[in-house]
């Protein structure tokens, strides 16, 4: 550009005299060498950019060719070696695993690591059986450790021999499964919850004009405060609205707390509010209102495990802090998609509110309505098959385990050590071999005896995986399955909901989040909330330690003891 402008003062050569034109000339030839030697610089930067690029690409994919043994499932998205599974995952979001379905097992190369997922239903069981090669508990150590910023003497008794079970994370993992397992230790814990929510409902249908709620929030709100005040007693930390505050703006950011590389960079928000959650937490453990005689065995159990092996009020509370997430993430959308796929379909409402209106007794003057939610549980197929499909059909957890050795999974694909194994719940649940033609329908009656399945068979039980499976299918299914149809029960006896805008609109999922095992609503939106009628409500709880046939699992349990009965 300079050269250019120095060439068109020649235009004055009379005037400006010859040596001076002259310069001139010898001025714009110097800087067309200079410009022509920067593109030449330039390109020869562009050349040797894309050179070392290739070069990397050639490095890249060599590495990724010959590190693959061909025993090992296939891999997949190596267009750019290491890099393309991270851009796929990224742009299809939670979708990514059901658009990936066709192999039954893949792997998957990213840096530092492989991660093998496995599709096929066949090979499920084979992999839960190996706890010691397919283990959760680094998993479960790591996620807990970077998540909430456990202190190093913390971390180093949550890493304590973790396959073993005198080791920190089989020994917690066994107590929470102890407390929870149906009998008089969770029915202390549910009697709690089911008393809040009758109470809390008691409380909402005062008064004969129609309430306006936002649907997601007011029903997430009503079962964190009734879970919590079962888990942690009379001083419940979330009976202040700040912490309540804090733990939904700390839930959405578990991915970005877990990525662990400049955590204050990219999730500096997210830190703001766990810590908030953390050091409320820090009260209730340091006034010792976890010794409370209201509070269950299961949070003084486990508690008590952890200051055996002398973990400070400090790492309890970050212990706590990842708990929550566990106790709430998705019980809280579970009871939403619940009660909104009953109320926005009038044939599923029609079905479930028969149903349990015969288990209701009244009292001989018409005016008391009395339900025992154990009762519900066990006499309403309908709407317990209701809630499975819920699990079914928004259900996206992902299984992940570590493989602690080399294995031949099925005496076919190998696995090496070190890498992580998934098991995508949504890829299970979009099986048409499994669950027949209307797959990608929402069916209220799916599961109950020969409405599933592909050609009218009975639908293969490992196939749902709402809750996990294996050794760390939830422990808090029964828990959460009480709270969540004590809820939506009384919701759909009590009440009409209608919504405001006139007709119903199933939300959107796509901005999902990927650490929880069910989508979440992108929006909410306002319902009308009437009672149905004045009687007066009684809901008990008689409590009973049959479980329910949530998974796989509760089935092979149950259909094991009737065996053992018969012998
Ligand atoms: C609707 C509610 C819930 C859903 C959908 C759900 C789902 C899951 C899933 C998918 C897993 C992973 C299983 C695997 O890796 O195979 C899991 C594990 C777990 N869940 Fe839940 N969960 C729910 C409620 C709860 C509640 C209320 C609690 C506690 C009170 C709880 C405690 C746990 C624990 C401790 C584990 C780890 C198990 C272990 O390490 O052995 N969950 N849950």
């Known amino acids: 550009m300079q050269g250019a402008g120095h060439g068109r003062s020649c235009v004055g ?39 070392g690029l290739a070069a990397a690409y050639a490095f890249l994919w060599s590495l990724l060719r010959f590190t693959q043994d061909e025993r090992e499932p296939p891999a997949m998205h190596t267009t750019i070696p290491f890099i393309s599974p991270l851009i796929s995952m990224y742009s299809a979001g939670i979708r990514y695993w059901s658009m ?31 706890t010691r090669i397919f283990s959760f508990s680094p998993v479960m150590i790591r996620l807990v450790s970077t998540m909430t910023g456990l202190s190093k003497e913390g971390h180093e008794t949550a890493s304590y021999e973790p396959l073993e079970s005198h080791g920190w994370a089989l020994g917690i993992a066994r107590t929470i499964h102890h407390n929870l397992a149906p009998g008089p230790r969770l029915d ?50 979330y009976r202040d609205p700040a912490m309540i505050d804090a733990w939904r703006h700390f839930e959405p950011g578990i991915i970005p707390l877990l990525v662990g590389i400049g955590p204050s960079l990219i999730a500096g928000r997210f ?21 409370h005689p209201d509070v269950p065995p299961f949070t003084k159990e486990r508690m008590r495990f952890d200051e055996e092996r002398g973990l400070s009020v400090t790492d309890l509370a970050k212990m706590e802090t990842a708990t929550s997430i566990g106790i709430l993430a998705n019980t809280l959308p579970g009871t939403f998609w619940l009660v909104y796929h009953i109320v926005s379909d009038p044939e599923v409402l029609e079905d479930c ?63 090496k050590k070190g890498n992580i194994v998934l098991i995508p719940a949504s890829v ?42 294996g050794s760390t299918l939830c422990p808090g299914r ?59 409500w009684v809901v008990t709880f008689s409590g009973s330690d049959k479980p329910m046939d949530i998974s796989a699992e509760d089935i092979e349990a149950r259909e094991d003891k009737k065996v053992e009965d018969i012998h």
């Open 13 to 51: 050569f009379h005037r400006l005299g010859w040596h001076t034109c002259f310069f001139n000339l010898l001025q714009t030839s110097r800087n067309q060498i200079h410009y022509s030697r920067l593109q030449y610089n330039t390109m020869n930067t562009l050349v040797s950019i894309c050179a």
């Open 100 to 130: 990936n379905s066709r192999l039954p097992i893949y792997t998957l190369r990213v840096p530092g690591m492989r991660l093998y997922i496995v599709n096929s239903t066949e090979l499920i069981p084979k992999i839960q059986r190996q």
């Open 188 to 237: 202390v814990l549910n009697r709690r919850s089911v008393e809040y929510i009758s109470e809390s409902l008691n409380r909402f249908a005062v008064g004969e004009e129609p309430k306006i709620m936002s649907m997601y929030k007011w029903i997430t709100h009503q079962v964190l405060l009734a879970t919590t005040e079962g888990v942690y007693g009379p001083h419940n930390p």
């Open 271 to 291: 830190i703001k509010a766990r810590d908030i959650v953390e050091k409320s937490y820090e009260r209730y453990f340091r006034d010792g209102w976890h010794h």
């Open 353 to 415: 509110r028969r149903e349990l209106f015969s288990a209701v007794k009244i009292s001989d003057d018409g005016d008391t309505y009395e339900v025992d939610m154990t009762c519900v549980k066990t006499s309403c197929p309908i709407l317990f098959s209701t809630f499975q499909e819920v699990f079914r059909f928004r259900g996206t957890g992902v299984s992940a385990r570590m493989m602690m050795d080399d294995f031949l999974l099925d005496d076919t694909y190998l696995l």
């Open 428 to 469: 299970q649940h979009g099986l048409s071999s499994a669950w027949g033609d209307n797959v990608h329908e929402f069916y209220h009656k799916r599961f109950l005896p020969g409405h599933s399945g592909a050609k009218g068979k009975r639908h293969n039980p490992v196939a749902f995986r709402g809750f996990g499976g």
């Open 478 to 536: 029964h828990f959460a399955a009480t709270e969540i149809l004590a809820f939506a029960s009384l919701i759909i006896m009590r009440f009409n909901i209608r919504p405001v805008q006139g007709y119903w609109q199933t939300p959107t999922v796509e901005n999902g989040n990927a650490a929880i095992s069910i989508q979440t609503p992108d929006q909410d939106f306002d319902v009308e909330i009437e009672p149905r009628d004045e009687k007066r």
